[in-house]
């Protein structure tokens, strides 16, 4: 599985971003997928992660703010985040487990500055 992250950006505190994360094949089969950071200096933190069958779970630091979805018909699992925080600076990942092994893309990095 291949994943493509891209939606990160800078952004003031309180504003907000979208990241999205296309997969090489088809969500439906993909038993869970989900979004990761690495704030500067520390390691990588789960964000959220949803299900085949679209449960969400967050962090604690994101509910009430983030977002993730599905786009089934685009392959596509996105990240909404509103509410920006200077603390969400992060680079972001996008993963999916797949056949008992975890795919990783590449990073998308969000800048939450004023």
């Known amino acids: 599985v291949q994943l493509q992250a891209c939606g990160g950006g800078l952004v003031q505190p309180g504003g907000s971003l979208r990241l999205s994360c296309l997969a090489s094949?088809?969500?439906?089969?993909?038993?869970?997928m989900g979004w990761y950071r690495r704030p500067p200096g520390k390691q990588r933190d789960v964000v959220a992660l949803i299900t085949s069958s679209g449960s969400p779970i967050y962090a604690d630091s994101v509910k009430g703010r983030f977002t993730i979805s599905k786009e089934r018909n685009e392959d596509t699992v996105l990240l909404q985040m509103n509410s920006l925080k200077p603390e969400d600076t992060a680079v972001y990942y996008c993963?999916?487990?797949?056949?008992?092994?975890?795919?990783w893309g590449q990073g998308t990095l969000v800048t939450v500055s004023s």
């Open positions: 094949r088809s969500i439906a089969s993909i038993t869970v």
């Open positions: 993963g999916a487990l797949y056949n008992r092994t975890y795919y």
